[in-house]
């Protein structure tokens, strides 16, 4: 075996000749302790029953931590790492006093990470603090806790906590009202969890991107994931989570106006919650039976099931009891009890306030502006009606952003899933080389005696992760369909040319466009027409400009084209020669019914001191601005940007 290694160095075979004799000889070497390897221990397995993300009754959590307690060695560091999260991520917290304690527990955790700790224990922990920072209402603080853990869970690659940050900021996002952000990470988490077959949290996560398209006026489409969900957790028995369910099909249900079935959904998940000792979900859920009462003018019921909340909802469950004093504010308002309606009215503000909560604020402020005006004290009307107007078009705005409703379309498309996939495979990858490590350890003394072949076989592990680390970067800047710069990759180039442009005083201008009536083309033709629709317009602007490294794909059918050194005037020309390019591009690769068309918007940097564009994204807001102009002009056009003020 020796002398044929080293005639494999003489005569240099293909690289996957050596490797495949190389496996071969692992093989051999690991077949004894194979059978050993391959079996998963009791402690692997209650690990994979947690890591699945499955619901579990309470009772089962505490005996399984319990028994972890007690089978894992105290130098087994690594397990006891795991169990450590999993720890704090499973304290208890149902009531006010049970999440200041989890929160205390996990703020102590953060505060004592041993030296020694790893990248995903550090990055993990900080995720649980921040997750009880959020419960406690403190909005701010667990925002960039999730954003500082997934900015390190990408640079080390941790796919799974990439999608758990992902998915605990997105929630935060919709919550808030930030719609367009919201997506983009809830998206982006059910992709990955999907990817690794993690279904437990892949429910829990399309059950928020349901609740965004909920709270972002798409009722429809939320009941539609909801009862997706709902038929799972029936399928699986998990009583629990179809309550959980039941209850926020109810709230989509009222936001359709069906509030008779609302209030049938509401009652369902109230009487689960009563049954099991579940007082606080219970009064949660027989607060929003009230709100279907007051919608329906039956105060008196409403009234009852809000002072049965009450009693379990206090003003430290802020985010359930800004909604509880504003249903109440509601009833006295109605019953003409209006003092009484304004301090109700008062404490909701001020927890809509501490959970930066626009959504509910809005609902407050033009109630609370209604009852100013029957007090007759209308300077308060009137301010208070301006506060509801500013916060009601912030909202508008986020909602309306161009990036939602592209977000929406791209839950529907496959490209998330080709790329997450790429980095699941290198997670995989990693995964079994620590995996053939871990064997190699009982192997020692065959790995002395075989040094020269080990040290080949790490040679060539070496070799292809750095092929791997390049291929993985090469990925995470190149859109997979039209293998043009992602908008990653594009904007940094974008700020590049701009500083540049800045400081040699040369001229810099931009196309940004889209294809016309994109989703047409999918309803009508399919979605391999919308790809090939897609590659046209890469393959059209690329004949433009000559250089694919200018041309980036930033959105499902947007595009933007980066011009260092060219004036307005040029501009112009250049995006009416792409209008042409694309459309006889089109003629050639796209059915003779199908009649390509895209809107553009185009800017320039402007020179002249004290009106230059601050950044390269005011530049681009300028562009983006115009495209809009571009469509709302009929489409099929192209649109300048107005010069700075």
Same mark, same amino acid.
């Given at each position: 075996?020796?002398?044929?290694?080293?005639?494999?160095?003489?005569?240099?075979?293909?690289?996957?000749?050596?490797?495949? +004799?190389?496996?071969?000889?692992?093989?051999?070497?690991?077949?004894?302790?194979?059978?050993?390897?391959?079996?998963?221990?009791?402690?692997?397995?209650?690990?994979?029953?947690?890591?699945?993300?499955?619901?579990?009754?309470?009772?089962?959590?505490?005996?399984?931590?319990?028994?972890?307690?007690?089978?894992?060695?105290?130098?087994?560091?690594?397990?006891?790492?795991?169990?450590?999260?999993?720890?704090?991520?499973?304290?208890?917290?149902?009531?006010?006093?049970?999440?200041?304690?989890?929160?205390?527990?996990?703020?102590?955790?953060?505060?004592?990470?041993?030296?020694?700790?790893?990248?995903?224990?550090?990055?993990?922990?900080?995720?649980?603090?921040?997750?009880?920072?959020?419960?406690?209402?403190?909005?701010?603080?667990?925002?960039?806790?999730?954003?500082?853990?997934?900015?390190?869970?990408?640079?080390?690659?941790?796919?799974?906590?990439?999608?758990?940050?992902?998915?605990?900021?997105?929630?935060?996002?919709?919550?808030?009202?930030?719609?367009?952000?919201?997506?983009?990470?809830?998206?982006?988490?059910?992709?990955?969890?999907?990817?690794?077959?993690?279904?437990?949290?892949?429910?829990?996560?399309?059950?928020?991107?349901?609740?965004?398209?909920?709270?972002?006026?798409?009722?429809?489409?939320?009941?539609?994931?909801?009862?997706?969900?709902?038929?799972?957790?029936?399928?699986?028995?998990?009583?629990?989570?179809?309550?959980?369910?039941?209850?926020?099909?109810?709230?989509?249900?009222?936001?359709?106006?069906?509030?008779?079935?609302?209030?049938?959904?509401?009652?369902?998940?109230?009487?689960?919650?009563?049954?099991?000792?579940?007082?606080?979900?219970?009064?949660?859920?027989?607060?929003?039976?009230?709100?279907?009462?007051?919608?329906?003018?039956?105060?008196?019921?409403?009234?009852? +099931?809000?002072?049965?909340?009450?009693?379990?909802?206090?003003?430290?469950?802020?985010?359930? +009891?800004?909604?509880?004093?504003?249903?109440?504010?509601?009833?006295?308002?109605?019953?003409?009890?209006?003092?009484?309606?304004?301090?109700?009215?008062?404490?909701?503000?001020?927890?809509?306030?501490?959970?930066?909560?626009?959504?509910?604020?809005?609902?407050?402020?033009?109630?609370?502006?209604?009852?100013?005006?029957?007090?007759?004290?209308?300077?308060?009307?009137?301010?208070?009606?301006?506060?509801?107007?500013?916060?009601?078009?912030?909202?508008?705005?986020?909602?309306?952003?161009?990036?939602?409703?592209?977000?929406?379309?791209?839950?529907?498309?496959?490209?998330?899933?080709?790329?997450?996939?790429?980095?699941?495979?290198?997670?995989?990858?990693?995964?079994?080389?620590?995996?053939?490590?871990?064997?190699?350890?009982?192997?020692?003394?065959?790995?002395?005696?075989?040094?020269?072949?080990?040290?080949?076989?790490?040679?060539?592990?070496?070799?292809?992760?750095?092929?791997?680390?390049?291929?993985?970067?090469?990925?995470?800047?190149?859109?997979?369909?039209?293998?043009?710069?992602?908008?990653?990759?594009?904007?940094?180039?974008?700020?590049?040319?701009?500083?540049?442009?800045?400081?040699?005083?040369?001229?810099?201008?931009?196309?940004?466009?889209?294809?016309?009536?994109?989703?047409?083309?999918?309803?009508?033709?399919?979605?391999?027409?919308?790809?090939?629709?897609?590659?046209?317009?890469?393959?059209?602007?690329?004949?433009?400009?000559?250089?694919?490294?200018?041309?980036?794909?930033?959105?499902?059918?947007?595009?933007?084209?980066?011009?260092?050194?060219?004036?307005?005037?040029?501009?112009?020309?250049?995006?009416?020669?792409?209008?042409?390019?694309?459309?006889?591009?089109?003629?050639?690769?796209?059915?003779?019914?199908?009649?390509?068309?895209?809107?553009?918007?185009?800017?320039?940097?402007?020179?002249?001191?004290?009106?230059?564009?601050?950044?390269?994204?005011?530049?681009?807001?300028?562009?983006?601005?115009?495209?809009?102009?571009?469509?709302?002009?009929?489409?099929?056009?192209?649109?300048?940007?107005?010069?700075?003020?």
């Amino acid at each position: 075996m020796i002398s044929y290694l080293f005639q494999c160095e003489q005569e240099i075979p293909p690289l996957q000749d050596c490797q495949r +004799y190389l496996t071969i000889l692992i093989l051999l070497l690991i077949a004894p302790l194979k059978l050993a390897a391959e079996e998963k221990t009791q402690v692997d397995q209650i690990f994979a029953l947690f890591d699945s993300g499955e619901a579990v009754p309470r009772e089962t959590i505490e005996q399984n931590l319990a028994l972890l307690e007690k089978l894992i060695s105290s130098d087994d560091s690594k397990r006891i790492e795991k169990l450590n999260l999993l720890k704090c991520w499973n304290q208890v917290s149902d009531t006010e006093k049970e999440i200041a304690n989890a929160l205390n527990y996990a703020k102590q955790s953060v505060a004592n990470i041993p030296a020694t700790a790893s990248t995903h224990y550090i990055i993990d922990i900080t995720l649980c603090y921040s997750w009880f920072l959020q419960l406690t209402g403190d909005i701010s603080g667990a925002m960039q806790g999730y954003t500082k853990s997934l900015k390190s869970a990408y640079e080390h690659e941790d796919i799974k906590l990439i999608a758990d940050a992902r998915s605990l900021r997105g929630a935060l996002h919709s919550y808030i009202g930030n719609f367009s952000e919201a997506l983009d990470d809830l998206v982006t988490a059910q992709g990955l969890y999907e990817s690794l077959n993690l279904t437990g949290w892949a429910n829990v996560n399309l059950s928020d991107i349901a609740t965004s398209f909920r709270r972002y006026g798409d009722p429809e489409s939320a009941i539609k994931y909801y009862s997706k969900l709902k038929e799972l957790y029936l399928k699986n028995g998990n009583k629990e989570q179809v309550a959980n369910v039941t209850s926020d099909i109810g709230i989509a249900l009222d936001e359709m106006g069906e509030h008779e079935k609302a209030i049938e959904n509401f009652r369902s998940s109230y009487q689960y919650y009563k049954e099991h000792n579940l007082n606080l979900i219970a009064a949660i859920n027989a607060t929003n039976i009230a709100y279907s009462l007051i919608q329906l003018n039956r105060l008196n019921e409403a009234e009852t +099931y809000l002072k049965e909340a009450a009693l379990e909802i206090t003003e430290h469950e802020p985010a359930a +009891y800004s909604f509880l004093k504003l249903f109440l504010g509601k009833i006295r308002f109605q019953q003409g009890r209006d003092q009484e309606a304004l301090d109700e009215l008062s404490a909701s503000e001020n927890a809509f306030r501490l959970m930066h909560n626009d959504r509910g604020l809005i609902q407050l402020l033009q109630l609370k502006s209604d009852v100013y005006a029957s007090l007759g004290d209308l300077p308060q009307a009137y301010n208070t009606l301006q506060q509801f107007v500013v916060l009601t078009k912030k909202v508008d705005d986020n909602s309306s952003a161009h990036q939602t409703t592209e977000l929406k379309i791209k839950f529907d498309t496959s490209w998330i899933e080709s790329e997450n996939k790429r980095l699941i495979d290198n997670q995989k990858s990693k995964e079994q080389e620590l995996a053939l490590l871990e064997k190699n350890k009982s192997l020692q003394l065959i790995i002395l005696l075989l040094t020269g072949c080990i040290l080949a076989i790490v040679s060539l592990f070496a070799y292809k992760q750095v092929q791997r680390n390049r291929h993985l970067q090469t990925i995470a800047l190149t859109d997979y369909l039209t293998q043009l710069p992602n908008r990653r990759h594009i904007y940094a180039q974008a700020d590049l040319y701009f500083q540049q442009a800045l400081k040699q005083q040369t001229p810099l201008s931009v196309i940004i466009f889209d294809a016309d009536h994109f989703k047409m083309i999918n309803d009508s033709f399919g979605h391999e027409i919308g790809d090939q629709a897609l590659l046209t317009i890469a393959e059209a602007s690329q004949a433009l400009t000559a250089d694919r490294n200018l041309i980036g794909r930033i959105g499902g059918e947007e595009f933007l084209i980066l011009l260092p050194n060219t004036d307005a005037k040029r501009v112009w020309e250049l995006a009416h020669e792409l209008q042409t390019l694309i459309t006889r591009y089109g003629a050639i690769n796209l059915p003779v019914e199908l009649k390509l068309t895209v809107s553009a918007g185009v800017a320039t940097l402007n020179m002249e001191l004290g009106k230059q564009d601050e950044s390269f994204a005011r530049l681009l807001k300028r562009a983006d601005n115009a495209l809009y102009e571009a469509k709302n002009a009929g489409r099929n056009c192209v649109k300048a940007a107005e010069a700075i003020a």
